[in-house]
């Protein structure tokens, strides 16, 4: 059974950064893609960006260009999201999400909080 | 940006009933729309995929359908345990967008 493991609840500084993984067991970790995804409090869905591990190839959503880094370490099956420049607006649970397109994301990590507060 | 738009935005429905979700995209995304089902505290389930395909271990009573710009999520009897809110997503363009949710209650 697939599961996507993610890191501790963070609690940040604004214009600080957090750096959030998310490892893949129980299945191949370069057959799919992740997605991250994040959700305020009392909010919607909202994609942040994808990275294909097998290939290293990223996308990101426009709104988080320049302040997000997907990493993948395949010797690990472990995926990262690095966002920079925290704002109190950046305070969401974090999701890890397999990929896989058109098929969707049919596996989702538990979530991670991060807070940025002062 | 593809703007995906759902409606309602809120539901309220009895144990049995049939349910529509209806999700709107800006432009055609052909068939590749997702929904998703996301309780309270927990992480999003996928439920369709490719607008109409039935993710593996979803109840027979939720179906979708559609395709170019309109889609829509169907529960053919409500149970109780569909208490949640329902996500749909396009996955067309490479810069896959959320539609803003559903919140499903029970009368």
């Known amino acids: 059974q697939v599961q996507l493991v993610q890191s501790g609840a963070e609690m940040k500084k604004p214009g600080s950064s957090v750096k959030v993984s998310c490892k893949t067991s129980g299945g191949p970790f370069d057959s799919s893609s992740i997605s991250w995804v994040r959700q305020a409090p009392g909010h919607g869905l909202e994609w942040i960006g994808g990275i294909t591990p097998l290939t290293g190839t990223t996308t990101y959503a426009q709104k988080f260009q320049d302040r997000v880094t997907l990493t993948a370490d395949e010797s690990t099956s472990t995926a990262y999201m690095e966002l920079s420049t925290l704002r109190s607006d950046d305070t969401a649970a974090y999701y890890c999400?397999?990929?896989?397109?058109?098929?969707?994301?049919?596996?989702w990590g538990q979530g991670t909080l991060v807070t940025v507060s002062s | 940006d593809i703007q995906m738009t759902q409606s309602p935005s809120s539901l309220s429905a009895s144990i049995g009933d049939r349910v529509s979700i209806t999700c709107r995209a800006s432009q055609t995304v052909t068939h590749y729309l997702n929904w998703y089902q996301q309780k309270p505290g927990q992480a999003p389930i996928l439920l369709i995929y490719g607008a109409s395909s039935l993710q593996s271990g979803v109840p027979s009573r939720f179906s979708g359908s559609g395709s170019g710009t309109d889609f829509t999520l169907t529960i053919s009897s409500l149970q109780p345990e569909d208490l949640a809110t329902y996500y749909c997503q396009q996955s067309y363009s490479t810069q896959y967008t959320f539609g803003q949710g559903t919140k499903l209650e029970i009368k």
């Open positions: 999400a397999r990929d896989w397109g058109a098929s969707g994301c049919d596996k």
